[in-house]
């Protein structure tokens, strides 16, 4: 074969035809297949989340809207009205982090405030919020874990703050106020009374509804002083528990 006619068939080639581009039967039956198989992942996905939000709210819905919280809202918004109730909210805190939260008050301008040891024991890290939306990172500056009592220190001016009462001041049958963060709500203020069985220097019990989030919680008097923080509620009722006055003063931190 001659050398030049040699190159020239080594150079030659057929090109393809139009209807190689074209996508066969087998091409569009496997895009069918799987466009079929992600519109069924999107459907397993989207029924999964859907469960799990209709399994979080049967979960969570009962806490928000019993026939209890629904009271406590009420109360709560007629209470609220009163002049005295809105200036002693001003100074209840909510202490949280990513994970809890709870209640606490302050009792300083400058920035003290009383809550329960269990509330800030594992939290981190510490921060209370005022009413007015300040936020402030705080620190333990004292804490007692038998007497369930903690004080924290924040850095601010000029905020709100309740006043706490003298020893020996409060009696049974006495009306009290209590302010705190129940269930998934906030600044929740009730109404109710010292009962029989509290005793000086040991414990108060309160006919005042008590729930969890409600720790740290001030029991107000008639007065507007404080004369116990809420610490736990009754396993039998709603009834609360709190760490009397006299327990507080003892412990307050020097300067204060």
């Not at 999107?42 to 806490?63: C, D, E, N, R, T």
């Not at 400058?110 to 594992?122: C, K, M």
């Not at 049958?173 to 963060?181: C, E, K, L, P």
């Amino acid at each position: 074969m001659d050398p030049h006619e040699k190159k020239e068939n080594e150079g030659h080639f057929d090109e393809p035809s139009l209807e190689d581009f074209l996508p066969n039967e087998e091409d569009e039956l496997l895009k069918e297949q799987q466009k079929k198989r992600n519109s069924f992942v999107k459907k397993v996905v989207i029924i999964g989340l859907a469960f799990s939000l209709v399994i979080s709210m049967i979960q969570i819905w009962p806490q928000i809207f019993n026939i209890s919280s629904i009271h406590f809202l009420q109360k709560s918004a007629e209470l609220s009205k009163q002049e005295d109730i809105q200036k002693y909210k001003e100074a209840v805190v909510t202490i949280q982090d990513t994970y809890s939260k709870g209640t606490g008050f302050n009792i300083s301008e400058s920035g003290l405030i009383i809550t329960n040891h269990h509330v800030v024991e594992d939290m981190h890290p510490i921060n209370v919020v005022f009413p007015n939306g300040e936020l402030f990172n705080a620190g333990i500056i004292h804490s007692e874990p038998e007497l369930d009592l903690a004080f924290l220190q924040i850095k601010g001016e000029n905020l709100p703050f309740l006043s706490l009462s003298k020893p020996d001041l409060w009696q049974v049958n006495d009306q009290i106020y209590v302010i705190g963060n129940p269930l998934f709500h906030n600044q929740i203020a009730n109404e109710g009374k010292i009962l029989d069985d509290s005793e000086k220097n040991g414990v108060l019990k309160l006919s005042a509804p008590i729930y969890k989030g409600n720790s740290g919680s001030p029991v107000i008097s008639v007065n507007g002083d404080v004369i116990g923080v809420v610490y736990a509620k009754s396993t039998t009722d709603q009834s609360g528990f709190a760490i009397p006055i006299e327990k507080i003063l003892e412990k307050l931190p020097n300067g204060y």
